[in-house]
């Protein structure tokens, strides 16, 4: 396995719009790569990893559309598939976010049995589990992405549901061009929220039974819900936009499992260049994400 240069590296970050990806989940305190745009693109093999595949940060724009499952870019299928115990925990880490993006993060999963390659994503009947919108100081969880957590999202597997495979969805629904566009936007941004959302693969074990209502994407969420219309500048409540979160019908208390690093390219020479090129892309995008935020986009 080769890595390019981190110079082309950091010249091929400069190029796009800073918008965040998921390039790590922790999942029952196992550490699994996500998809680090930058950087998965150029490696052959890919990396393994329990992402989607893409290399898309841009937003979905059209809750109608089939990219509102899994991005419009969503293959490869993952190579790996995430383990963990239903009541434990998923962190997600999000390279820099925006704060003009403001908006909820929400955690959706679905079940799927069979080869994760023939799954059809637009098939999968998703329900909610996690949602973070905002405090009652009227912060939003995605500031808190930049301000308390560096990047880290995280949200509790439901004790209570039926173990089995999953394709896990972690969204982030930005309203800052919910209702108005400023001119210098105008050109190229619609009118309305925007979807940044990215799957990925779990065996989730447990001794539970439920099995939530779910939904397909598309078909979750409505243009006529007045939560994706919202104005962010009154400043009133937030409610929750599509179906409600799902609630467990009892918790578990699991014994932590000791902390595992699953190396993206299983050579341990190469995964110390793989995760210096990522802190440099990481870099190189906060970089332009701050770029973003000092003009208020
Ligand atoms: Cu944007």
Redesign the pocket.
């Known amino acids: 396995m080769r890595l390019p240069q981190a110079a082309s590296l950091l010249a091929l970050a400069a190029q796009v719009?800073g918008?965040g990806y998921i390039y790590r989940v922790t999942a029952d305190n196992t550490i699994y790569p996500g998809y680090d745009i930058f950087i998965d693109p150029l490696l052959r093999p890919a990396p393994y990893r329990i992402a989607y595949g893409g290399g898309q940060t841009g937003?979905v724009y059209d809750l109608n559309s089939k990219d509102m499952a899994c991005q419009g870019v969503h293959t490869p299928a993952p190579g790996l598939i995430a383990q963990a115990r239903a009541g434990s925990n998923i962190t997600f880490w999000w390279s820099r976010w925006?704060y003009s993006?403001k908006g909820p993060i929400t955690a959706w999963m679905a079940p799927y049995e069979g080869d994760i390659n023939d799954v059809d994503v637009n098939k999968l009947e998703f329900f909610k589990f996690g949602e973070e919108t905002h405090d009652e100081n009227g912060v939003w969880g995605t500031e808190k992405l930049l301000d308390e957590t560096e990047g880290k999202w995280t949200v509790k597997i439901p004790a209570d549901i039926k173990p089995g495979l999953y394709v896990v969805r972690n969204e982030i629904i930005?309203l800052h061009f919910a209702v108005r566009v400023p001119p210098f936007f105008a050109t190229f941004t619609p009118i309305g929220p925007?979807f940044y959302m990215t799957c990925f693969a779990f065996n989730i074990t447990g001794d539970g039974t439920a099995t939530p209502q779910g939904y397909t994407f598309p078909g979750a969420y409505s243009n006529n819900d007045p939560a994706l219309h919202w104005d962010l500048e009154k400043g009133e409540p937030y409610p929750s936009a599509g179906p409600l979160v799902y609630v467990p019908s009892y918790d578990v208390e699991l014994e932590p499992k000791p902390e595992v690093i699953i190396s993206p390219t299983n050579n341990a020479t190469a995964d110390q260049d793989y995760w210096k090129a990522q802190a440099d892309a990481l870099a190189a995008q906060a970089a332009t994400t701050e770029f973003?935020d000092s003009i208020g986009?």
């Open positions: 719009h918008h937003p925006l993006h930005a925007q973003f986009g």
